[in-house]
């Protein structure tokens, strides 16, 4: 007598298939999790950390004007303060998501869709349809996104540099700068004289940060944009993504189509960082500089998962995670 009725063989086969591929997968992969595991809790701790050892060290410029007698400060930190056009949670949540929405969506594409019988075009079918294929993109870019991340942590927290926005904040009208310094006309006073300043910010409480505290932490984290740095990290990675399973660039003539496609994530990141100077949430530089942060970041993450950037033979094909691993290259 059978153990199994029929009709039950199959979905216990694939429970028990699918039992094994995880077990492989974290036999592959449990040390890449564990730092990235790391990588979190070392930012946990520079958002403890910082920038409250950076407070007493702060200082902004304040020029006098001769006619009026009135104390102003620079223009590049004057802007008023406007909410986001693009909010950080949204970034931060939104953009990983919709690059796997991508990632998956591709998979699901080419599994629901008949082979092509053509060899030249095999292996490209074959790499479409690997889920193996797919988790090592899905892993390339959530682990690519927790490292550009604790990389704009670091700068912003060791570098920072005041917001367009910050005099709004600390709004010194009734500030007398005389006394701080002999040059008549400049002053270098820190951020804790403004009138705003509330010193019970400090230490700085994970859970219980008022909201006013956290303003005062975000006005001095504006080097780098995290909002463009992230975009283009999800938007590059997709880019390359998309380029290697569309076989977009290769030795033959490209379609507009398919350019337009893969330029459309990069175009959505450019337009996320236009955003932050838009709204006085970052200077221009904070965005130029973020941008490379990004994209290196995409390329090294990429590569780190698939056999190439460019050759249009090799992109699309992953790279094995061992060397007892032979499902890859």
């Known amino acids: ?16 298939k ?4 995880l077990k492989s997968w974290l036999s592959h992969t449990w040390l890449d999790l564990l730092f990235t595991i790391l990588i979190l809790a070392a930012m946990g701790a520079l958002y403890m950390c910082s920038p409250v050892y950076r407070y007493e060290n702060l200082i902004f410029p304040m020029r006098k ?13 004057s802007w008023p303060a ?37 060899l030249d075009v095999y292996q490209l079918e074959a790499a479409r349809r690997d889920p193996w294929n797919m988790s090592a993109a899905l892993f390339g870019l959530f682990q690519g996104f927790g490292i550009v991340t604790f990389i704009q942590v670091i700068f912003k927290s060791f570098v920072g540099e005041l917001r367009p926005y910050f005099m709004s904040l600390c709004n010194p009208k009734n500030i007398d700068f005389t006394p701080l310094g002999a ?11 403004c009138p705003g300043w509330n010193p019970s ?24 944009s995290g909002h463009t740095a992230e975009a283009f990290f999800v938007g590059v990675y997709l880019a390359l993504y998309l380029n290697a399973k569309l076989n977009a660039f290769s030795d033959y003539s490209t379609s507009l189509g398919k350019v337009l496609l893969i330029l459309s994530p990069v175009l959505g990141a450019a337009l996320v960082g236009m955003s932050v100077a ?37 992109n699309h094909l992953r790279v094995r995670w061992t060397e007892i691993d032979e499902g890859g290259v």
Not at 1 to 16: D, H, I, K, N, T
Not at 18 to 21: E, F, G, T
Not at 183 to 193: D, E, L, M, Q, Y
């Open 1 to 16: 007598m059978e153990r199994f009725p029929a009709g039950l063989r199959r979905p216990l086969y694939a429970l028990v």
């Open 18 to 21: 699918c039992k094994n591929n």
């Open 65 to 77: 004007d001769p006619y009026s007698g009135k104390w102003h400060a620079p223009m590049e930190i």
């Open 82 to 118: 406007r909410p986001f056009i693009v909010s950080v949670s949204t970034v931060t949540t939104i953009a990983p998501l919709v690059g796997a929405g991508v990632i998956v969506g591709m998979y699901l594409w080419a599994i629901c869709t008949p082979t092509r019988k053509l």
């Open 183 to 193: 040059n008549p006309w400049i002053r270098f006073p820190k951020i804790t004289s």
């Open 201 to 224: 910010c400090i230490p700085r409480s994970f859970l219980r940060e008022s909201r006013q505290c956290r303003d005062w932490n975000f006005a001095v984290q504006s080097f780098p």
């Open 278 to 314: 838009m709204d006085f949430h970052h200077h221009t530089h904070d965005v130029i500089w973020s941008i490379p942060i990004g994209v290196i970041t995409a390329l090294i993450a990429y590569r780190a998962h698939f056999a190439s950037l460019w050759d249009y033979r090799y």
